[in-house]
């Protein structure tokens, strides 16, 4: 089936340091990419939405200068957390559209703590 | 008002009970309907996905679509310490390609 992989599955970095998150889609072609954040017993929100070859759509409160995202290729999109703040600190997940997976296939997931 | 509404619980059952889950709506937009299960720092896998009000069985999982009152349920039958995990419901609203989550459901199957 397909897969999504996702890197690192956890990260511990200090205040004002960016980290870079990775999701590659192994067996299929990701136009898109979808970036949620969730916070310990919450639900995951909607971060922002990449597409290969064009700028990512930020939701809502989402600060786009420090979430930034690219999209680089068809089977990779990168998230990095600049200026990393303890507030940062949160699950991380991406998902991208695929066909077999009832159109969903997410990976496993960052956790990122900053000390 | 959030879109999606779920009881986070936690929910304390006994190995073989019935599990009932839930989930509101208030987004007529909303077509596509999906139950996920999450483990604890992991990401959600899909356990079922449903399109139209009614019923879908598959294994111990049947997934319930009510688009008239807005609501959706899951029911595990035979529940087992295995199935101990968080559910989360989530949605797809004509035009959008995101998923819209509710706050998930903490599950604990008791031997």
């Known amino acids: 089936g397909a897969v999504v992989s996702q890197h690192p599955s956890w990260v511990i970095c200090k205040s004002g340091t960016s980290v870079k998150i990775e999701c590659r889609s192994l067996?299929?072609?990701?136009?898109?990419m979808f970036w949620y954040r969730q916070f310990p017993k919450q639900s995951l929100m909607l971060m922002a939405t990449?597409?290969?070859?064009?700028?990512?759509?930020?939701e809502q409160g989402v600060e786009k200068d420090k979430f930034l995202i690219n999209h680089a290729s068809l089977t990779l999109s990168t998230l990095t957390v600049t200026s990393a703040h303890p507030e940062d600190s949160s699950f991380y997940i991406c998902?991208?559209?695929?066909?077999?997976?009832?159109?969903?296939?997410f990976g496993s997931g960052t956790r990122l703590t900053v000390v | 008002q959030k879109e999606v509404e779920q009881d986070p619980g936690p929910l304390s059952v006994p190995e073989g009970a019935i599990v009932s889950l839930n989930c509101t709506y208030s987004n007529s937009a909303f077509q596509y309907f999906m139950w996920y299960r999450q483990y604890s720092r992991k990401g959600p896998e899909l356990l079922m996905y449903?399109?139209?009000?009614g019923n879908k069985e598959d294994g111990r999982f049947t997934a319930q679509v009510d688009k008239s009152s807005k609501y959706i349920s899951l029911f595990i039958r035979d529940s087992q310490p295995s199935d101990s995990a968080t559910y989360l419901c989530?949605?797809?609203?004509?035009?959008?390609?995101?998923?819209?989550f509710g706050s998930g459901t903490r599950l604990q199957v008791q031997p």
């Open positions: 989530a949605m797809i609203a004509t035009g959008r390609r995101a998923l819209t």
């Open positions: 998902s991208a559209p695929d066909r077999a997976n009832y159109g969903y296939t």
């Open positions: 990449s597409n290969e070859g064009s700028k990512a759509t930020y």
């Open positions: 449903t399109y139209s009000s």
């Open positions: 067996d299929f072609q990701a136009t898109t």
